[in-house]
């Protein structure tokens, strides 16, 4: 008897929870670690037990380490945590949505509306009757740039996912349609921008979290934030979908609510991360498939490592940009590239058979 | 119990069904048969509304078109034709989405009970993706049973709706998903299945509904829908149905050695 309650206790094999939820204390870890070493590492170095001084004792640094630590660092670091976070739990709210591990903001288009949005709102900003202007005051650009995400994650829906199944070759193919035409009109507002704006401009283009401030931070960490405390409530429905949409419905999933949820969160988190550092792609796409190797699908715990594996990766890639030709800075977005790029081909490789491609 | 009236389907300018009505009774297995593109599977997604239809589909009291996606959950299992899965989950995780929240969530035990009861105990850490169709097959039913385990809730029925569930399968594995579906029916629950194999339905099943270019032909017990003119005119061959006296069943034998007599 007592054996037979002991074998019910025992995990049922292929229930890969309990590795999903090591990996997340794992990845807890890696974060923290990521994040001390964010703030030590610069152009002017602070020591570890400086860096310890202030931030458990409040002791007195210097003005000028201070200004540091507490003015670029620390900013710099919440960013690229928000940022590193919110590109990587979209890239996998969006692969749930699209039911397709190679839908990513930056590969299909949604980073690109994003960056029009906050072009838009930058160049032709200053139309805008002064009362409203100075309502939405900082927030204008990350909104902007939410409107943008939104419509091209809508319009992408519509064109690549027909009676609840998405085509790969579409959905890639609309993609590049979407960021030309982004492209195309973002190129033509240069035209009309100043050259303040213009340099303001050249900084979406490379992808970069060097100019944070705190200003920055507080425009963005509210959208961020928002979208990545909804997710928990997308993972069961997009668990769902993984059946598609109509079976999904069979076992309770309000499909359409969590379509809608999907799109909103993944178009408020892009549009704020893109506003404040452009387009840093491949976050989106390499931290939810390592994580699918490691423990599987179940978005109860893809979403919550995802957040946490993609900030470490971003702080990563930001200090390996202000390492690598110091004491000047890599954008961080060429960073990603050169380490995504690489990986997206061997996924390719690795799955050609599976995606039907 | 289930019913139908007067159902209209069509795909763009296609009508496919033309006013079929249809019943089924909780406690019963109740067959949908009929020949390839007759419109089973058609009518199938009337009843359990996954396509707009005209006419009127009652379950257990409720309207299908207003209930709630919670509610239907909560009272039957959808087993669809074919599934295609996105992303590699194993069989164990693809058997746990059936635990349907406010319906059998957290009840983790059924996993491995559901999976028993298919025979694929054992290939709980495999990864779906890599099955054959037919193991396939029995992990999306073991999925569908961990939704509505016990077939009836609060004195009510529960149902289990399935589009071929046997066509991918041998012999064997035939009888056992034949006799998961009776027993069910048995136990007070309702269930009904799309068939292809005629003997399988007379075995098992209680009531047959035989469909034919869209329209309902007959629906009554195996003894009153398999007789050889009414099968010949739908299947479009010569059928026959035999009746060994000493059991209860009948077998049609194949219509090929009948058309060389
Ligand atoms: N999505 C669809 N769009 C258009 N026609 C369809 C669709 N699904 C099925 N049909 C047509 O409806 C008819 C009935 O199909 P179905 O109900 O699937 O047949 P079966 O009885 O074999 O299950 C067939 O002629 C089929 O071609
Ligand atoms: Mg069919």
């Not at chain 2, 006013?19 to 020949?35: K, L, M, R, Y």
């Not at chain 2, 009272?75 to 746990?96: C, D, I, K, S």
Request: glycine share 12%; net charge neutral; proline share 4%.
């Amino acid at each position: 008897m007592s054996t037979m309650t002991l074998d019910m206790a025992a995990p049922l094999e292929g229930d890969r929870s309990h590795k999903a939820r090591l990996l997340m204390v794992a990845l807890i870890g890696i974060l923290a670690v990521s994040c001390v070493a964010s703030l030590m590492v610069g152009a002017s170095g602070v020591s570890l037990p400086e860096v310890m001084r202030t931030v458990l004792a409040g002791e007195a640094l210097s003005m000028r380490d201070k200004v540091i630590l507490m003015d670029i660092r620390m900013p710099r670091m919440v960013l690229g945590v928000l940022v590193g976070a919110a590109l990587a739990v979209s890239g996998a709210v969006m692969q749930g949505l699209f039911r397709n591990p190679l839908a990513d903001p930056g590969l299909v288009g949604v980073s690109a509306g994003a960056g029009l949005g906050a072009i838009v709102a930058i160049v032709l900003g200053g139309m805008l009757p002064a009362a409203l202007a100075t309502a939405l005051g900082y927030y204008m650009v990350p909104l902007a740039a939410f409107m943008g995400s939104w419509a091209s994650t809508m319009l992408l829906y519509r064109v690549a996912t027909r009676k609840g199944r998405t085509s790969v070759a579409t959905m890639l193919l609309a993609g590049i349609a979407l960021a030309a035409l982004v492209g195309a009109l973002s190129g033509l507002l240069v035209y009309k921008a100043d050259d303040a704006q213009l340099r303001t401009l050249t900084f979406w283009q490379m992808g970069s979290i060097a100019g944070a401030t705190w200003a920055k931070v507080w425009t963005s960490a509210p959208l961020i934030v928002l979208a990545l405390a909804a997710t928990p409530f997308l993972a069961r429905g997009l668990n769902g979908l993984a059946l598609g949409e109509a079976a999904a419905s069979h076992i309770g999933v309000p499909v359409q609510r969590v379509k809608n949820g999907a799109i909103v969160m993944v178009a408020c988190a892009v549009g704020a991360a893109v506003a404040v550092s452009g387009g840093i792609g491949f976050v989106g796409i390499v931290v939810p498939h390592l994580l699918r190797l490691l423990s599987g699908p179940d978005h109860k715990y893809l979403l919550i490592n995802s957040g946490l594996l993609g900030a470490s990766l971003l702080l990563v890639a930001d200090l390996i940009s202000r390492v690598v030709i110091a004491p000047a800075e890599l954008p961080i977005g060429i960073v990603t590239a050169t380490i995504g790029g690489p990986f997206f081909l061997w996924i390719l490789l690795r799955q050609r058979g599976l995606l039907g491609m | 119990m289930l019913k139908a009236t007067n159902i209209n389907l069509s795909y763009g300018k296609r009508q496919i069904l033309h006013g079929v009505d249809f019943a089924a009774q909780s406690g019963e297995f109740t067959a949908i048969v009929g020949p390839n593109g007759s419109g089973k599977t058609t009518l199938m997604k009337a009843l359990i509304g996954e396509e707009e239809y005209s006419g009127e589909v009652i379950l257990e009291g409720r309207n299908i078109a207003t209930a709630k996606t919670w509610e239907l959950a909560a009272v039957r299992g959808v087993l669809p034709q074919a599934t295609a899965l996105a992303f590699p989950f194993t069989v164990a995780e693809v058997v746990r989405l059936g635990l349907t929240s406010g319906v059998s969530a957290g009840r983790e035990n059924l996993v491995g009970m559901a999976l028993e009861r298919v025979g694929l105990a054992t290939y709980a850490g495999r990864l779906y993706q890599e099955l054959s169709g037919g193991e396939q097959q029995r992990v999306q039913l073991a999925r569908v049973l961990t939704q509505v385990w016990e077939p009836t809730a609060h004195g009510k029925p529960r149902w289990l709706f399935l589009d071929e569930p046997v066509s991918a399968l041998d012999i064997g594995h035939q009888l056992v998903v034949m006799q998961i579906a009776q027993d069910f029916a048995r136990a007070g629950g309702g269930v009904v299945a799309v068939m292809h194999d005629l003997n399988l339905t007379a075995m098992f099943c209680d009531s047959v509904a035989l469909i034919s270019q869209g329209q309902l032909m007959r629906q009554g017990t195996p003894s009153e829908v398999f007789c050889d003119e009414l099968l010949s005119q739908a299947y479009h061959c010569a059928v026959r149905v035999n009746t060994p006296p000493a059991s209860g069943t009948f077998l049609l034998p194949h219509a090929a050695s009948l058309a060389a007599e």
